[in-house]
């Protein structure tokens, strides 16, 4: 499946960093499903570098539909968005070519494509690329609002600056989120801010925690086994380059907790089952219990950095040290919420339209 | 895909706890790979209750190979093994039927299945399907061996006692591991097994972390973006209950991490491209890069405690408390090890022969 | 996909004709599907070789069914059918092992699994795998009927003798066929056996032309594209050995027709859209139009004659003649019927689980 | 899998008829292939509507590489092909919206869509779409021709004229026919164009039958069962608009054989496996044998006729005549036949990747 993902809505993805586009399809959606072209623009600007937190590379993220949408609405065919790229200073990372990056993906691209890939600013495995993962994605959330589900995600933690949790009722901290350049709930957005500032002042950066949460989601979705949400879910989060873990609910905490305390009790409220607690994050036994699904990712430091390092130059074969030029976020923890927002939507669409449907989300 | 994994190499689970059987249909691999039942059982006999940290039922796990060997090795035909079920005690579970074990499958497959799912020791859901999944992979383990790559699974924490985690040079601690029932590498286990008995005297079960590290797996394996190393392999391993997190190399830790410290630098030892540190698990933009491929679990406590807890009847839609009786195991960190080492090894062989071919792990 | 077939509705099949056991798993079927033990083996019976236009080897099919029922209905779970293999004379294989029987397997096995493949009684590629793909297929149909879609095959050629074709009313049909031990609609069966059996008399076989309808199929099932439903039964049916083509509609009659022919009008009937001929066999762009759904298939004659033959050594590498003895089908249309319309309802189930959600098809 | 085809090498289709664009997504073929732009220009200008057999659209086919390629070669990334519309009169289509025409798929995407399908020249189900089809699969053609595998398809039968079939030393009939724009290999061109125009001059259409080969396959490609490349090509070439039928080697005409004229004797020829006929088209159980791989494609005639028809107004529900103006092929089986060439170039490549790796088609 490589670029693709999905079985009933499928989503894939193309492009390079400095080619001429980046880009998606995405393949399967309910036929008249509003697509809000500044519903999308406003997704992917939060995924925009801005501000002291990103990289200095001002992306323009002019997105075309090519196919899939008329009057407004998806047809029901493929959706093609194309966002072409501008911007591209080449030359910043033509003299590294042969000189693996630390912790990129550039040996072991090499490893694999045997020198034909595109190396320019990291070619297809470029974080430029999950933009058009928030344009599909932003389409599928509108028409889970329109089932009454909603997703988000904020900073959990960066820095040593921690932000408040999901907590149960975790509506109004989603609708909080949205209107938030700096996705944190409580006031913790400056505190992080210059822990960020401060890393990218050291010729450093900093890696992080995010949390996502879903609400309204119906009991009775997902599976047993290998079609787990948690499984579902984990295997397209970490499609996200720099994140590196992922935990459901409680995750590494049942670690160090006993049943009894692990344990989520049920009770009836006002004719629905519900759980007292929520440490299992939404999903018992691959399914979803009707509860908010909740799950961290841990995001790695973005490995490029100013600072001179230890290499190897792998044409040659021998040891080299390189010092990373370019325009480089210092932490990635604010853009990559809105990428997993997105990517969360589209997971979900598949998982409904699997279980109830190829029209269940159709108006 | 639901109780099928893989695309080259794919995995298919059944059967139900209290059923005739539970088994496995294992499709895909190379001819000629020799199947020794002896080793096989060795693996199966690892995960099987045993001792004071463990359920009381006495599973047996006569398996049957019904096809796919030929004169003792892979024919190159879908392999399938069924390991019928005995010492079953439906009893134990009649009188609850209708009341959800809190954070166990109960009310979620409910909502799925409406009433015909089969409930007796957790149907389908129970962990008794997992002993399949050991049988198919010990194969995998044989064939990847015989390809110089190898995998390990020990409990890296449990009841406050830690263990000493993989080194990058864990080829000795894999074959340590190989020999023990109680999977640790450092003299730990009797500190952890008491730990669990305590839980056990308490009515109550313990959760854990148990770690994964995969020696001799060539650069190169992997892909970008949705068939990413770390995707494949959470896909699969959160099929496993009980699991509600994975992280690859240092993981969570990197949220408190700079980017100086969290990088691997390359260095050519022995004509070889490694790295000083292994901090990336062994995986760089979802592909391998020679080093081990390195993740940590997290693990629920057992949900199935003697303790009374709150819930509701499902069926009658009102609260009620349980209490459950049965023979559970107060920890599953011990035989959760060989499920994760051998599912990941069928994850693997399906990864190597997509990319190397179909006759990669043949002799 | 190998052995694995369908999306949302999965079959499996594995077993060797002279191994222990054929049979399948049937996943992703709704679950509270009655599972009718007694009709199922009807099916078998279908499938089964009797008189004097079949092999003489008693096949006896007592199935098993390992997993996914409970109290008589499908539970959601994966359903494993299991059906040992019995009255094997492997001695009638042992002498011609290296010899490749023409248009069998023999030669490609060997290009493909080395020597290592089963070679008794055609292993993994005899007809006896077909036994489980009539088993699962039976269940289907039950579930299928319960929403007024039928599915029937019938010898439409054979030695030169004519069978009436499937009409645009063609329920009455399949509910004959569905009492008939020899498939035909019209008095044709005598004249037919009669030319099968003249055929063994001649130490030779037969082939011919199958034909199946389904009634009551929805309007818009199906995809434009890779999933038109010609795609994907296409697919299916191509499984089947003997199988060589397979025409919808009017097929390859469409050759020499004119568009204004060929084109089917549509009309109002009660209510509905129709069409007065049927020459688009129920699907136009890949989905249906709400007629019966009516594809022919070529089934070549039985490779195994007991006629003296050219062939190759291929271990030695040289010319080699071959008399195959054993016992075998001089014409294999008869039994291949069921297999067809069995393995068609479980490709229906699957595409209608995908449009209409996992449940479309429970009670 | 709905646009998307394939396993290793995955072809994912979008666009409409009168929408910005139609394209592609080709993934998963090796990296280093050269990608020669004016060898896919001339496949496509094969596929373009041209002199007197032909639609008057003037198409033009100016494609845009948007990923995947890097200094004229396959960097191993999704590579995106973008073909923008251009000469489009949507005031054609205008006026019959909501009368079916019959034949096409207008009402089965109807049931489907609910009215938001685009319809438009036929939106997403239009032969257009192929034109990104034949971009990819020519990209395809040449990595196949660097491994000895060359591909052809030709007309034939058309309007009652019959073309030389395909012998088993097709090579040199493929490389006539690739330089040929109405492909045939006798000299039949003329009669069969002057049946379409006659056709074209009645107001009517013409159907046909073509026929491709592909030489240089290597035994040992496909599966028994589900994964016969009788299976995977014809799910492959059923997505194309107007195809209704497929029989490979003798297929049909094995319905009045016998198995002695059936089978295809094997013989040793320069230290090869090889069969005297090819009945088998080339695959035996599923699985390549060496010989040519050849394979007869039933075309419908195009249900586009400028004759007055009878259908129905699907928004009203009520009987409705139609008569078709637009611009339309009298006969589609020229244009059709570069599109199964490079589709089955696509399908090749996967299984070749599947079989022996990802990198075997590279340099």
Not at 87 to 110: C, G, K, M, W
């Amino acid at each position: 499946m490589k670029n693709t993902i999905g079985t009933s809505v499928q989503l894939t993805v193309f492009g390079e960093s400095h080619g001429p586009a980046v880009g998606v399809v995405l393949d399967g959606l309910a036929p008249g499903i509003p697509v809000d072209e500044a519903y999308v623009a406003g997704w992917l600007s939060r995924r925009r570098p801005c501000g002291r937190t990103d990289t200095a590379r001002a992306e323009k993220d002019d997105f075309r539909i090519l196919s899939g949408v008329r009057d407004g609405r998806t047809s029901g065919s493929p959706l093609t968005i194309v966002i072409p790229n501008s911007d591209v200073h080449a030359s910043d990372y033509a003299e590294l070519e042969n000189i693996a990056r630390p912790s990129h993906a550039d040996f072991t691209a090499q490893a694999k494509y045997h020198g034909f890939q595109d190396r320019s600013g990291g070619g297809h495995f470029s974080g430029r690329v999950t933009a058009g993962i928030v344009a599909a994605g932003a389409i599928c959330l509108k028409a889970l609002e329109a089932r009454g589900i909603i997703v988000g995600t904020h900073i959990l933690k960066c820095g040593g600056v921690c932000d408040a949790p999901f907590s149960d009722d975790c509506v109004p901290q989603i609708r909080l989120l949205e209107g938030k350049t700096f996705p944190v709930i409580a006031d913790v957005g400056e505190a992080m801010e210059a822990e960020i500032a401060a890393a990218r002042a050291a010729g450093d950066s900093l890696g992080g925690i995010i949390q996502t949460a879903v609400a309204g989601m119906p009991a009775g979705v997902g599976e047993p086994w290998f079609d787990s949400l948690e499984g579902v879910i984990s295997r397209a989060v970490f499609a996200i380059g720099g994140i590196k873990g992922i935990e459901f609910g409680s995750g590494f905490a049942f670690g160090i907790m006993r049943g009894s305390e692990a344990n989520d009790a049920f009770r009836m409220r006002e004719g629905r089952v519900v759980t007292e607690t929520n440490n299992s994050g939404g999903v018992n036994g691959g399914i979803s219990n009707g509860m908010p699904v909740v799950f961290n990712m841990a995001v790695r430091p973005t490995p490029s950095i100013s600072l001179r390092q230890r290499s190897v130059d792998f044409v040659r074969g021998e040891d080299a040290d390189i010092e990373i030029r370019g325009r480089h976020d210092p932490a990635i923890v604010r853009r990559i919420c809105p990428v997993v927002t997105c990517l969360t939507a589209v997971v979900l669409c598949d998982q409904l339209a699997l279980r109830f449907g190829t029209d269940w989300l159709a108006p």
